[in-house]
């Protein structure tokens, strides 16, 4: 089964940075977009970041702008959610995802469409 793995979750500060990377053990990345999606406790799931296959394509969401930053290295088959100046509010699980070439509207909003999850790792962003 195909499989997506995030890592470099963890608990971190206000204001601090964290890297999460997403890789797949057994298919290639080059044709996905990937998209980067977290979920509060109690809330629903949302878009974070979407890139698409030839990264020619990047989507965030307005309440990352300017804060998160989401690349790829396809010779690596990973892709990568910098995120800088974290809020407590940024806290939940993220996880990523795939579809082929581009994010739709209704891939980023919802992760419905979607072809492939990662089973997520956890942020929290704490004093």
């Known amino acids: 089964q195909l499989q997506l793995v995030e890592s470099g979750g963890g608990l971190v500060q206000p204001g601090g940075s964290l890297r999460l990377s997403c890789a797949a053990s057994?298919?290639?990345?080059?044709?996905?977009?990937i998209g980067w999606f977290r979920q509060a406790p109690g809330k629903e799931r949302e878009g974070v970041s979407c890139?698409?296959?030839?990264?020619?394509?990047?989507n965030y969401a307005e309440s990352v702008k300017g804060r998160f930053t989401i690349s790829r290295d396809n010779g690596k088959n990973q892709v990568y959610l910098q995120m800088n100046s974290l809020k407590p509010e940024d806290t939940g699980v993220y996880y990523c995802?795939?579809?082929?070439?581009?994010?739709?509207?209704?891939?980023?909003?919802?992760?419905?469409?979607?072809?492939?999850w990662g089973t997520g790792t956890p942020v929290t962003v704490s004093s």
């Open positions: 995802a795939a579809v082929p070439s581009v994010c739709g509207y209704e891939e980023f909003q919802t992760g419905r469409g979607m072809h492939y």
């Open positions: 057994s298919f290639s990345l080059d044709y996905y977009a």
């Open positions: 890139i698409s296959s030839s990264s020619s394509s990047i």
